[in-house]
């Protein structure tokens, strides 16, 4: 039995449980002679043992519908991700429900959109919808696990 989730759009309020979204909006400063908006402090590193590293992700695209069973969490540290291209990607996160995920629910970037993951909040995988699939990811670097998975026992089905 497959279950449907619609995607919404990825807003600060409602991504607020998971995280932060990283946009060029609100509050910013001007820097490098006037040229220049500086959105400061858009995020909420979190790292409980490691270091801050950045690594390129090159994803292959899916497309919506899109059916998922799996989820995954890093205990350890915060995940930020930041496209390199202007393509929109899906989100999916789900609430800790006693040490396993909850309902997920689906979140739909808008262009020059990211995410950032609190540390241990349950996710799907990286879904671009376009090539390139590219991304920067600002996530730990460090010895020891970081990763916890879970499969649905029902696939999840997320409509646009």
Do not use: K
């Amino acid at each position: 039995m497959t279950r449907t989730i619609r995607a919404e759009p990825l807003t600060a309020p409602a991504f607020a449980p998971f995280g932060e979204v990283l946009e060029a909006s609100g509050d910013f400063r001007l820097i490098n002679e006037g040229l220049c908006r500086r959105h400061h402090d858009r995020a909420m590193l979190d790292f409980g043992t490691g270091r801050a590293g950045i690594s390129i992700f090159d994803a292959a695209p899916r497309a919506l519908p899109y059916d998922f069973d799996l989820v995954e969490r890093h205990p350890d540290g915060s995940q930020a991700f930041v496209p390199m291209t202007a393509h929109p990607f899906l989100v999916i996160v789900a609430p800790d429900e006693g040490g396993i995920p909850g309902q997920p629910r689906a979140f739909l970037t808008a262009p020059g959109q990211g995410a950032n993951l609190h540390r241990g909040t349950w996710h799907g995988v990286l879904t671009p919808l376009s090539a390139p699939g590219l991304f920067a990811v600002v996530d730990r670097i460090g010895e020891g696990p970081n990763l916890e998975e879970y499969r649905y026992p029902a696939t999840w089905r997320v409509t646009g």
